[in-house]
């Protein structure tokens, strides 16, 4: 499969505990966004990625999370704490981007959390 | 008062119908404009890509229109299929910001 890939696809926690995600990119895309949907509403922008380095973070993206992408491949969003807010699917996203142009962004079937 | 407005929240409509779902939006200037189709627990699916002088682009069934003057687009499904069951989401990407903006889409249900 040479989509995006996002690990796991479901997580239960329980309120307090800390979580990760992975996702892993289509292999030649240099952007990698992180996107937050809960039911019934779009997905909410978290972070973006250009290479390795984070180039925006939404006022969404609390102290609680951080997100990383070491060598500009794959990604991680951790999540510490957890609260039972912090439920919704996580989604991310990715794409080639060739200034001044942007290739259409590549959606993971995303990580659904649920903090009980 | 969100950014990208999308009507109706939901639709009903049958098998074989036509429908146009609309989005209004207040980024601007912006860089393109996209129409996603997204099943139920499942990944947003890029349908369509205008950039802001482009009018209309088609994709099969799917044809997006987009009116920068108004700042309103449309996408319109003709002869829908079961299979087109899903939330449609407008997305707008801002020219000074590489980050998407999502509507809260539109749910439609398509009836045998």
């Known amino acids: 499969d040479t989509g995006v890939s996002q690990n796991p696809r479901h997580k239960i926690t329980k309120r307090g505990q800390n979580v990760t995600f992975r996702c892993d990119p289509i292999?030649?895309?240099?952007?990698l966004y992180w996107y937050r949907q809960t039911l019934g509403q779009g997905p909410e922008f978290l972070t973006y990625f250009q290479n390795e380095a984070q180039l925006e973070k939404s006022r969404l993206l609390s102290d609680r999370f951080s997100a990383e992408r070491p060598k500009g491949s794959f990604s991680t969003l951790e999540i510490q704490r957890t609260e039972q807010g912090d439920s919704a699917m996580y989604l991310c996203?990715?794409?080639?981007?060739?200034?001044?142009?942007?290739?259409?962004?590549?959606f993971g079937q995303g990580t659904r959390l649920t903090v009980v | 008062k969100n950014q990208v407005e999308q009507s109706p929240q939901s639709l009903i409509i049958l098998e074989g119908k036509n429908c146009t779902l609309q989005?209004?939006?207040?980024?601007?200037?912006?860089?393109?404009l996209r129409w996603y189709k997204q099943d139920t627990g499942r990944g947003p699916v890029s349908l369509t890509i205008?950039?802001?002088?482009?009018n209309t682009k088609s994709n099969g069934r799917y044809t997006a229109t987009l009116d920068a003057d108004t700042k309103q687009s449309s996408l319109h499904i003709t002869a829908s299929q079961l299979s087109d069951s899903a939330s449609y989401i407008c997305?707008?990407?801002?020219?000074?910001?590489?980050?998407?903006?999502f509507g809260t889409g539109t749910r439609l249900k398509v009836l045998a």
């Open positions: 996203a990715s794409s080639l981007a060739v200034p001044p142009r942007d290739t259409e962004a590549f």
């Open positions: 997305v707008v990407s801002p020219w000074w910001t590489y980050k998407y903006i």
């Open positions: 989005c209004n939006y207040t980024v601007s200037p912006f860089s393109n």
């Open positions: 292999s030649e895309h240099n952007r």
């Open positions: 205008m950039t802001f002088s482009e």
